[in-house]
């Protein structure tokens, strides 16, 4: 018997839901509303897509993993994508100190323009046989609380359709409608959370100056617990010989969209590295502002009924602060529960869509914990106070930094689970706690931790002396 899916939303957890159900259904229909890019550009209604995005290596291996026959990793990389090493290839002031930067080369993180992640993406899903683009937009859902069978859509020409299908994917991002859908079928109470820092993102393209093509990506990162509004500064070279640099501020302390003042922030921050770096680099874009920033979860997993048929991944599912780098790597690994699901229990099984969505709630419950024990210390936070296992839990996280800046074990530890790659039980094992006690092992470092010839560089870049 033939089988169908409907996926809603073209995005990286649309095309990656879309590539899992390839492997287990004839026909996967996505539908987009959007017309999107043909090539490696910023995609409509991707409010975030001009900003620094990073894949970490969970969700570079779960898209491998998804896209059988496709290396991602060698089209981005042919395409013009850099590689770093976690551990060992970004300078990093975080909030204990400067990270030291450690022979091993491990956690290697890739960093592009959104535009380019998305597009490869997207062109290896479209090349699988089965799976179909079609532009619509979404109004409905078809069938009962019991069961969902389709969707009812607007179509380009101003007309309705409906679509049956036998599971569809809610996949379309922070709009997402489907706690008003499921409600029209009398399915509430569905739990909420938001914590929210008033983060701004300002963002804007630089091109690379002569001799510099080999600096490491750089940041300097928000330090939530100084009683101050956070802000931060990312710099990462991206395809093209660019630089593509995001300034972040939270409530109280937010970027300027004025590009005259956009340095000037860089400069002003704990440490002036991304300042100095690109005060005489050649602006290649405006500044762009992203205020969408809040970290926003809908407790789907915990719902008191749960149709059959159903399923929501991604942005539809959770949304993080952009400044942790969490978000396609989610969208993966959900992507990557619909398929282990799939091939385990199969698509007509009882209780299918609901064993999904509690699949992929563990990394999202992961990634959730992560940025909002760090957002819920901000000034004017909105959102639930800190209580005290949190403030016990952020006493131990914030010593573990510490010791992390001056120890490959330990800092190679908080990578495994801030990458998503090991749960966050990993830091509580018995080496890793008296580590953690017995505190920093080498002194503090007074400055980036650069190579003499990386110096070099800086020095010859820097216009602000």
Known sequence: MSRSAIVIGGSMAGMLAAAALSQSVDKVTVLERDTLPGGPEPRKGLPQGHHAHILLPSGRDAIERLI??????ERLRAAGANEASLTSGIVTLGPEGWYRRWRHNSHLLTTCSRGLLDWAVREAVLGIDGVTLRTGNVVAL??????????????????????????????SGRGSRAVHWLGQLGITHIPESIVDSGLVYASRLYQVPEGAEKFPPSQVTANPFSGE???????????????????????????????????????????????QLISGARPLSDVVLNRSTRNGRKYFEKAPTWPEGFVVLGDANATYNPVYGQGMS????????????????????????????????????????????????????????????????????????????????????????????????????????????????????????LTGDEGAILHSVDRTA
């Open 330 to 449: 989610v969208a993966a690994l959900g992507a990557q529960a619909l398929r282990q699901e799939l091939q385990q229990t199969g698509l007509t099984t009882a209780g299918f869509a609901r064993r999904v969505q509690q699949a992929a709630a563990k990394p999202v419950e992961a990634a959730w914990a992560m940025s909002t024990s760090q957002d819920r210390w901000f000034p004017g936070v909105v959102g639930n106070p800190p209580t005290i296992a949190d403030r016990l839990l952020t006493r131990y996280t914030r010593r573990m930094t510490r010791v992390a800046t001056s120890s490959y074990r330990v800092s190679n530890a908080m990578c495994y689970v801030t990458t998503l790659q090991e749960d966050a039980i990993r830091l509580v094992r018995p080496s890793l706690l008296l580590a953690t006690l017995a505190g920093p092992v080498l002194p503090a470092l007074s400055g980036p931790p």
């Open 142 to 171: 078809r069938g009962s609380a019991q069961r969902i069978t389709g969707v009812r859509l607007d179509t380009p020409d101003g007309q309705e359709a409906e679509l049956s299908a036998d599971v569809v994917i809610d996949a």
């Open 229 to 275: 509004p956070g802000q931060s500064a990312l710099l990462l070279p991206i395809e093209g010989n660019r630089w593509l640099v995001s300034l972040g501020g939270t409530r109280g302390g937010e970027p300027p969209a004025d590009p005259g003042d956009f340095i000037r922030f860089a400069l002003g921050l704990r440490h002036p590295i991304v300042g």
């Open 68 to 73: 059988p026959g496709v290396n991602i990793r």
